[in-house]
């Protein structure tokens, strides 16, 4: 039997603050900078003390069992009223990026008597219906020095079949669906990942991708708040490395787009400033293989300037949400920097599968993680088929839609909507998702993420979304791209025109199908002029104007 960390279970929110604030009383939960308000910091029993106040507070105006929505930027205020609320009532998280007519739509929908919500947003919403807190009210409401009803807060039952938390799923595909988790099976995903994966106290992360999505909320705030490390926020993406340099983390959670655009910048930097004979290297190749070429003392001092350059303690990057290049794996490994790619769904609280301290399979998402069970629904010949899925950390329901729900389990297994395969490890491999496989004339299966997978190599290619189209005789593979205009003027030392991106494009589209079957090649290719729509975890849509 597989030997993990023995790591302490939490059954609800309520006991992980309170476990955290006597371990860790002393220690920083939270920093935040703003160019407005300066900065502030706040200390696990300070949480503690403000999580009780807040939730007196919102059962003092009849919040109890009521379903409050949050909506702002990553920040303690968002935690704060997110924690509160999933305490006294239900979290409705809400993508910050939303239109305000959709904001009203989903508050309707889950019929919300409050919302938390950034300052700079209050004005617009329109929320006759709802009680209103604004971000400053509920660090005022949630003050230290305010009257709390711990016994109160204490007595509100939190059991492990009831939604407390729900989340509308940004939907790739245009369908946003409710997703009914209890606090039960969120710490559940918690345990199972803390036992596989060591975060300690002296860990301290930058939280970039949004609070909204279970990825962010569960893996890196909640997570770290149950092992007493530190949080931080930074104002905008753009300032990514003056905040590396400010924050210093140890561990980064990102999405593959970003882990690529970090990896590109690192190149791009390198090739600058490295002597000349080796920067053809670093301005074609992998960073790895860049890296490999160069002669072992100037391959520390590279190494060392640029893990300085990204705060000089980072150890660990944790990637998941979309399919990710393993080169990208093997060009931090060589920075002397891990990466754990993972699996996991919202309807998962998110994570099934990872790479971990115990196994790591650079090709494969990892294996089940502790507690969760994986089998494959129906193999084909290839043993690909769907991921079923059964663990504690599975969600109740899709909101107010039984025939989903029931249509989501089989068995007492969760029909993830994933194709995969397993090894005889157990390690998983991702094929894609069921509703995109486009059927070749041959009946075979064509999986359009492997092919955005091959495209994305490229570092001429800045977006690829591969699509099914008509042909003659049947379906036929389209790729619609977004080539990489900063990378194509790096290499020609002028902006291109437009005939150079477009034979760059069609030299790249020829040498991908070059390596693969007949049947599942690009057949038209559609070079776009403007980014591909996405959904708040960078996940390009399969709907809407991108299919246009």
Not at 179 to 192: E, G, K, P, R, T
Not at 213 to 219: A, D, G, M, W
Not at 247 to 255: A, D, F, N, Q, S
Not at 321 to 326: E, F
Request: glycine fraction near 8%.
């Amino acid at each position: 039997m597989q030997t993990f960390y023995v790591e302490k279970r939490f059954a609800d929110f309520r006991e992980l603050i309170n476990s955290s604030a006597a371990l860790y009383g002393g220690r920083t939960a939270f920093v935040q900078k703003s160019r407005k308000a300066g900065g502030q910091k706040l200390t696990y029993r300070e949480l503690r003390e403000r999580y009780y106040a807040l939730c007196s507070r919102f059962l003092a105006c009849g919040l109890r069992g009521k379903r409050i929505a949050i909506l702002g930027p990553n920040s303690l205020e968002w935690v704060l009223s997110y924690l509160a609320a999933a305490t006294v009532g239900v979290a409705v998280p809400l993508d910050k990026e939303l239109h305000d007519a959709d904001i009203a739509h989903f508050t309707a929908y889950a019929a919300c008597a409050a919302i938390c919500v950034a300052d700079d947003r209050a004005e617009s919403l329109s929320a006759d219906s709802m009680q209103v807190y604004r971000f400053s009210e509920v660090m005022l409401l949630s003050g230290v020095k305010n009257a709390s009803d711990e016994k109160a807060v204490d007595g509100i039952p939190l059991r492990k079949d009831e939604m407390q938390v729900l989340i509308f799923t940004s939907g790739t595909t245009g369908h946003a669906k409710g997703v009914c988790l209890s606090q039960f099976a969120i710490c559940s995903d918690i345990y199972s990942t803390v036992q596989a994966v060591k975060i300690r106290p002296k860990d301290v992360t930058l939280s970039l991708l949004p609070l909204h999505h279970t990825y962010e909320c569960t893996l890196n705030c909640l997570l770290f708040l149950s092992r007493g490390a530190k949080i931080t926020y930074c104002d905008e993406l753009a300032g990514l490395q003056k905040h590396m340099a400010a924050y210093r983390p140890t561990v980064l959670v990102v999405v593959p787009a970003l882990l690529k655009l970090l990896a590109r910048r690192i190149r791009q930097s390198i090739a600058r400033t490295c002597p000349k004979k080796y920067r053809p290297a670093f301005e074609s190749e992998s960073l790895a293989a860049a890296l490999a070429s160069t002669p072992l003392p100037l391959r520390r001092l590279i190494g060392a300037k640029v893990r300085q350059s990204l705060g000089g303690r980072l150890r660990l990057l944790i990637v998941g949400a979309a399919d990710l290049d393993t080169a990208l794996i093997d060009d931090f490994a060589a920075l002397g920097i891990r990466t754990l790619q993972g699996y996991g769904l919202t309807e998962c609280a998110p994570l099934l599968a990872g790479n971990n301290d115990f196994y790591l399979n650079p090709k494969s998402t990892g294996v089940a993680m502790p507690g969760i069970r994986l089998k494959i629904d129906s193999p084909n010949a290839d043993g690909v088929g769907e991921i079923l899925a059964q663990g504690d950390n599975l969600f109740l329901g899709y909101f107010r839609d039984p025939q989903a729900t029931a249509d989501a389990f089989r068995d007492g297994y969760f029909r993830t909507g994933d194709l995969g395969r397993m090894d005889d490890d157990g390690a998983l491999y991702i094929r894609g998702r069921i509703k995109n496989v486009i059927v070749a004339e041959n009946g075979k299966n064509i999986y359009p993420e492997e092919l955005e997978s091959r495209l994305a190599r490229y570092a001429e290619v800045g977006e690829a979304l591969v699509v099914r189209a008509d042909g003659r005789n049947g379906s036929i593979v389209k790729a619609k791209i977004f080539p990489n205009l900063e990378f194509i003027k790096g290499v020609l030392g002028r902006i291109p025109s437009k005939a150079e991106i477009e034979t760059c494009i069609h030299s790249i589209v020829q040498t991908v199908n070059h390596q693969i079957p007949v049947y599942k090649r690009i057949a038209l290719v559609d070079i776009l002029d403007s980014p591909l729509e996405k959904t708040g975890s960078q996940k390009i849509k399969r709907c809407g104007p991108n299919l246009a």
